[in-house]
């Protein structure tokens, strides 16, 4: 066959007869997909960016600790370990998971995706798990590098490593449990404000804010208690004596500050002593009430996140 | 100029974004109502610390003027509709003025009327060493206030910026603002020189250092605030018109 | 109105019936569809968006049943790996490439990775968008994103796919090369298409059956021939005398109605034809054309839709 101005010779349309493998791929998929779009895999530099800087900048903290009691031994006064890297970096936490988390379920929404997902072998919930766990694994992977830097770097550190391990490997489950209680709070929250909202720019800004303004809130509430311990960057206080709303209650208005949640329950974890704000005020609590608070933070989220998919018109 | 700040100030005003940024504004005065009330006191540093930094200066101010912002021109791109104003035959810096005004406008007004009724109310009940009447608390109002517009124009010139250059202009605000100003500079005090929530402390401190004792220690010369936040304003509101003049409009 | 078939049965509505609140979209709704290209014709509101939505499980009956293939998709799930669809609205994200957004697709339909990036090369060269494959879907073209939502559907290699308004904002060319698309993945792809459109340009050149809705009905459904086929009217077109012919006409006893610049006479034998001619002669008309016509599916529409 001789073809005048070398067209492409079309092979002819090939049914596909390979394996096929339903539900459970598509789960999968939808699981890659989600990690990948949050780390910026398979897209522009632009989309990259974001992710790495706030990697690094989780990162870090283990790193300067790591190379600070190298320095100065394990037993330095005032040193961060284990039990206090997740308050460190619960900040920095909050910001990535706010910034990142909207990209999941967002742009589905505005260009429209989401309908192709819900006409193939996929269930608004099965949907729903994959993005969750895909932002889940990814903030786990976060925090728990971090951790293990820390364990290799006071490995190393210490004077006879072999004992340091003997002696503190407890620590590391400790802070695989610690790692997911974080990650799981601060995985459904963000994803939560996400279904209410098109733009990934406004969830990211109510997320932060709802975490950044809460604790200037509970500092007010609570300002009795504090004015004793650790006030921030303040002078100390004037007013030594408690107040009738803030004396009484400030244990419970303690609660408020949404970025501790996790980190009241990281502390029961650890048996270290937790000195940050308000973590005085709430470990006058039944270990009971933070737990539960936890959970209805985390379970309150989650159910709205699937409640508001459940009703999703398209 | 005076139409295009209409329409600006129209699109600002949708009912949500209105409503969202109500509502904390609000919360400055009603935690201040309430404290002052129940407690029958409330200290300087307490409510400086508290209600005017953490919450007004290091909350509220940077995340209403981002929201309003980088949707001057945000929104502009993702309707397409910027391709309208650039084609009128207007100088550029005409189309950015009446952006920021704006964006000053509506959050300046919203936040000003927060911080100031706040100070009025915190400052009656005030007891402790720096025991207000009237007079002080008039200037100590003053001094928010005029410190609040300082914040709202920087940061409003600096944001209007972020909205035209990048679609995710407010993930980067989110990081400026609550890595560089909030954690970082709790680290490296120098980051107060080059950072908005600095200067707006610098300039509370320095029109009225009697009440504003608390913040003492952590604020930059007052000159220096002045000159920082003037110079921010004019290189951002300058790298705006130029990037608008420069880019292709879609 | 049930068209049946025996032909083994891709859809089958079954008192089909979907409301919204007070609005009903859908009204007990009975009809099949069979391997081949089914139209679905209507104008917007007929509750075209809504039948499909509901084949695909995408919404819930409120009466009634939507079947693919003697199953639910509504509630088997598994049912749907074997089903395509292409939205009418925008549903491609900016910032992947082709390739890359239809090795995904491939995998939620159930493709293992490996095969699902060759599935998407070559869905990706049956659609003619083999060289653009790595760029951005947010550079694309109207008419080439147009391609890709009609090779997401394709992707899995369904037995059925469900295309909604699938020429939508297209310019003429670029609605000539779609529905060239359409024809060949029923014609050589040997997948069952349901199409659905408000212009019956679309549907005539393409289909073997169509349906009509309009008002959340079905007001016809057979196959397309049945559609076109002659009727009894003749139509003849003048140049001139146009009214003289009428006249001339109704002498012999021929009663003529006038549509444009046509006489349109009812058929009644062979003879009639010589009455015609004596007519057009005497009225000296300049004949242009004499033909019966054939009812287009214009007519059908516009029956509908009136």
């Given at each position: 066959?001789?073809?005048?101005?070398?067209?492409?010779?079309?092979?002819?349309?090939?049914?596909?007869?390979?394996?096929?493998?339903?539900?459970?791929?598509?789960?999968?998929?939808?699981?890659?997909?989600?990690?990948?779009?949050?780390?910026?895999?398979?897209?522009?530099?632009?989309?990259?960016?974001?992710?790495?800087?706030?990697?690094?900048?989780?990162?870090?903290?283990?790193?300067?600790?790591?190379?600070?009691?190298?320095?100065?031994?394990?037993?330095?006064?005032?040193?961060?370990?284990?039990?206090?890297?997740?308050?460190?970096?619960?900040?920095?936490?909050?910001?990535?998971?706010?910034?990142?988390?909207?990209?999941?379920?967002?742009?589905?929404?505005?260009?429209?995706?989401?309908?192709?997902?819900?006409?193939?072998?996929?269930?608004?919930?099965?949907?729903?798990?994959?993005?969750?766990?895909?932002?889940?694994?990814?903030?786990?992977?976060?925090?728990?590098?971090?951790?293990?830097?820390?364990?290799?770097?006071?490995?190393?550190?210490?004077?006879?490593?072999?004992?340091?391990?003997?002696?503190?490997?407890?620590?590391?489950?400790?802070?695989?449990?610690?790692?997911?209680?974080?990650?799981?709070?601060?995985?459904?929250?963000?994803?939560?404000?996400?279904?209410?909202?098109?733009?990934?720019?406004?969830?990211?800004?109510?997320?932060?804010?709802?975490?950044?303004?809460?604790?200037?809130?509970?500092?007010?509430?609570?300002?009795?208690?504090?004015?004793?311990?650790?006030?921030?960057?303040?002078?100390?206080?004037?007013?030594?004596?408690?107040?009738?709303?803030?004396?009484?209650?400030?244990?419970?208005?303690?609660?408020?500050?949404?970025?501790?949640?996790?980190?009241?329950?990281?502390?029961?974890?650890?048996?270290?002593?937790?000195?940050?704000?308000?973590?005085?005020?709430?470990?006058?609590?039944?270990?009971?009430?933070?737990v539960a608070w936890y959970l209805l933070l985390t379970a309150g989220p989650g159910f709205v996140l699937w409640w508001r998919y459940r009703r999703i018109r398209i | 100029m005076e139409p295009l700040l209409r329409l600006s100030l129209r699109q600002l005003a949708s009912r949500s974004r209105l409503l969202l940024i109500l509502l904390l504004a609000a919360l400055p005065v009603a935690l201040t109502a309430l404290i002052s009330n129940v407690e029958g006191k409330f200290s300087n540093s307490e409510f400086i610390n508290h209600i005017l930094d953490g919450l007004l200066i290091a909350g509220i101010l940077p995340i209403v003027t981002m929201v309003l912002a980088t949707s001057a021109f945000g929104n502009e791109m993702e309707d397409r509709t910027l391709s309208y104003l650039v084609l009128k035959p207007v100088r550029r810096w005409l189309i950015v003025l009446p952006k920021l005004l704006a964006s000053i406008i509506v959050g300046g007004l919203v936040l000003i009327a927060s911080g100031v009724i706040a100070t009025r109310l915190g400052a009656s009940s005030i007891v402790g060493a720096t025991v207000l009447v009237l007079d002080g608390s008039l200037q100590a109002a003053l001094a928010v206030g005029v410190a609040l517009f300082a914040g709202v124009v920087t940061y409003t010139a600096i944001f209007t910026w972020a909205g035209l250059v990048s679609t995710r202009a407010i993930a980067f605000a989110l990081i400026y603002v609550f890595l560089w100003e909030g954690l970082i500079s709790t680290f490296f005090g120098g980051v107060r020189y080059l950072s908005v929530r600095g200067y707006t402390l610098a300039i509370l401190h320095g029109m009225d250092d009697e009440t504003f004792a608390p913040l003492k220690d952590r604020v930059i010369e007052f000159p220096a605030a002045l000159v920082g936040a003037a110079v921010i304003t004019t290189v951002f509101f300058w790298l705006t018109v130029r990037h608008l003049r420069r880019m292709d409009v879609p | 109105m049930v068209y049946t078939s025996p032909m083994p049965l891709l859809l089958e509505a079954k008192g089909l019936t979907k409301r919204y609140g007070a609005t009903i979209a859908l009204d007990d709704v009975n009809f099949q569809v069979v391997e081949g290209i089914t139209g679905l014709l209507g104008p917007n509101g007929a509750g075209k968006s809504t039948a499909i939505k509901l084949f695909l499980g995408l919404l819930e009956p409120t009466a009634g049943s939507a079947e693919v293939m003697g199953q639910r998709p509504y509630e088997s799930v598994e049912s749907r790996a074997h089903l395509g669809y292409m939205p009418e609205h925008d549903c491609l994200p900016a910032s992947i490439t082709a390739a890359e957004f239809l090795t995904h697709m491939a995998q939620v339909s159930g493709i293992p990775p490996a095969y699902a990036r060759t599935r998407a090369a070559d869905i990706l060269r049956h659609v003619g968008l083999d060289e653009e494959r790595y760029r951005s879907i947010g550079e694309y073209s109207t008419g080439m994103k147009q391609r890709v939502k009609l090779a997401q559907a394709l992707v899995h290699d369904p037995d059925l796919v469900l295309l909604d308004e699938p020429t939508a904002g297209l310019d003429p060319g670029g609605r000539e090369e779609m529905l060239g698309l359409i024809r060949r993945t029923g014609r050589e792809f040997g997948i069952s298409i349901l199409l659905s459109s408000h212009l019956m340009g679309d549907v005539e050149g393409i289909c073997d059956r169509i349906i009509v809705l309009d008002g959340g009905r079905v007001t016809e459904a057979g196959a397309v021939s049945l559609f076109t086929q002659e009727t009894q009217t003749l139509c003849i077109e003048v140049d001139d005398h146009l009214e003289e012919l009428v006249t001339a006409l109704a002498k012999r006893g021929i009663r003529a109605t006038v549509e444009g610049f046509s006489a349109v006479v009812e058929r009644e034998s062979e003879e009639q034809y010589d009455a015609i001619r004596d007519a057009i002669v005497e009225a000296d008309a300049r004949l242009r054309r004499l033909a019966p016509r054939r009812h287009r599916l214009t007519e059908i529409f516009r029956r509908t839709s009136t």
């Open positions: 066959m001789i073809e005048a101005q070398g067209e492409v010779f079309d092979l002819g349309y090939k049914h596909y007869d390979g394996p096929r493998e339903g539900r459970m791929r598509a789960r999968k998929a939808i699981w890659i997909n989600g990690v990948r779009t949050a780390l910026g895999i398979g897209r522009g530099w632009g989309s990259k960016v974001l992710p790495g800087l706030l990697f690094v900048a989780v990162m870090l903290p283990a790193l300067v600790i790591s190379l600070v009691a190298s320095q100065v031994g394990l037993l330095a006064q005032g040193l961060p370990g284990h039990a206090g890297y997740y308050q460190m970096v619960s900040t920095l936490l909050i910001i990535f998971s706010a910034i990142i988390a909207p990209e999941l379920l967002c742009p589905d929404r505005r260009d429209g995706v989401i309908s192709l997902y819900l006409v193939r072998p996929l269930t608004t919930t099965d949907y729903l798990v994959g993005r969750w766990s895909a932002f889940l694994s990814v903030t786990l992977a976060l925090v728990y590098l971090g951790q293990t830097v820390l364990f290799i770097g006071f490995v190393l550190a210490a004077d006879e490593p072999g004992n340091y391990i003997l002696d503190n490997w407890l620590n590391v489950p400790r802070f695989l449990l610690a790692g997911l209680v974080v990650a799981i709070f601060t995985t459904t929250i963000p994803l939560a404000v996400s279904s209410f909202t098109n733009r990934r720019a406004y969830a990211a800004a109510f997320v932060i804010g709802l975490f950044i303004i809460s604790v200037p809130i509970t500092g007010v509430l609570t300002i009795c208690e504090n004015s004793h311990g650790t006030q921030q960057g303040g002078l100390g206080s004037e007013s030594g004596q408690c107040k009738p709303l803030t004396g009484k209650a400030a244990k419970w208005f303690a609660l408020l500050n949404v970025g501790g949640v996790p980190i009241h329950v990281n502390d029961m974890i650890f048996p270290e002593e937790n000195t940050s704000e308000f973590a005085n005020l709430v470990d006058e609590l039944p270990d009971v009430v933070p | - | -």
